[in-house]
């Protein structure tokens, strides 16, 4: 029966919630925001299946990337948060009459795994959302779809991914996985609480939340609330819930020694943000946004057929992306920032207060810089 005494040993990846044979496995929110599996010791028959889907258990192997690429879909790079590589995977499967999972957000702000087996549907997964994401039953319908002999297209974290590959438990000839090169997943409970004070911020329901909008910038994104009638962005680090994130305060435990990431999630396909583009001499590097991607399997590989693609080094092209760190340091505030955000009266003063400020002189580098990629946008038009 599976007992989490150790959360940074959980990523709460729901795989051995969904292999239960007698369902006494259910997800519970603890004081931080994060669901852990809690099995019922009455209904458990000790039948040992929860363990052996555990990824973190039965981690897989750790795999080099095939190939790496610089790659910028033109037709798609303006709606994605680097080089809209993702909808054209998607959009190939979808074609084919199979179904693309995602992590997509709801209606009341949330983000949850769905499916689609439409283009229209499609624009609901991509962007990236700062937040883990609810797996609700989506292991279940990945293999249900493709028991059904319908191809599929899996995106979701390493350790969503990694933990779909262990409850499946064998390698499906429909099955396409992606992962991104993940610097971590906040909490979701933290972000319903933020939703709430943005909707007090802005005076109105939040209709959208764009987590990176590179209208202006791909290098320098801003956060963007959508409300009724009025639309806010803001550098993202600005907003307290982004820099937050981005200085790994708000991590949940098991992202600090990620037992899925580095090549062991088993996906065919790794998307990132080729932040190094300038070092790698290729073309592209106009602050629009393009990604990396990094074939991790065969079926990867054929996967990427028909891009341009610019093949690159991956030490080179992987530099300066956090979601490519083995191991983070975990911040020494954390656990008291997490003690307290449930009561604090004003939770953006009080994450204000967590916040780490760059001294003023990079502060105004960075601005400078971000007025800079502006010109050249406006003047290469």
Known sequence: MIRITDKSRCTGCTSCMTACPVQCIVMRRDRQGF???VANPDICISCGKCESVCPVINPHEEKTPLAAFAVRVPEYVS?????GVF????GKVIEDGGCVFGAAMQSDMTVGHTDVSDLQGLESLRG????QSDMYSAY????DVLEDGRKVLFSGTPCQVAGLHSFLGKRYEGLMTVDVACHGVPSPGLWEKYIEALKDKYGGRVTGVCFR???KSWRHY??????????ISVPYTDDPYMALFIQDMTLRPSCYSCPAGAGKSASDVTLADLWNIAGTGLPLNDDKGVSLVLANTEDGLRALEGMDLYKTDYEIASAGNGGFEPVKEIPPRREEFFQGYHSARDLMAYMKGFVIRKPWYMRIYRKMRSCLSDFKRRISR
Do not use: I, M, N, W
Request: glycine content about 10%; charged content about 30%.
């Open 79 to 83: 709606g994605s948060s680097s080089g």
């Open 35 to 37: 669901d852990y599996p």
């Open 213 to 215: 909008d590179k209208s």
């Open 222 to 231: 801003e956060f963007r609330v959508d409300t009724v009638g009025k639309s």
């Open 87 to 90: 909808p054209y995977l998607a």
């Open 140 to 143: 279940q319908e990945v293999k």
């Open 128 to 131: 990236s959302k700062y937040v």
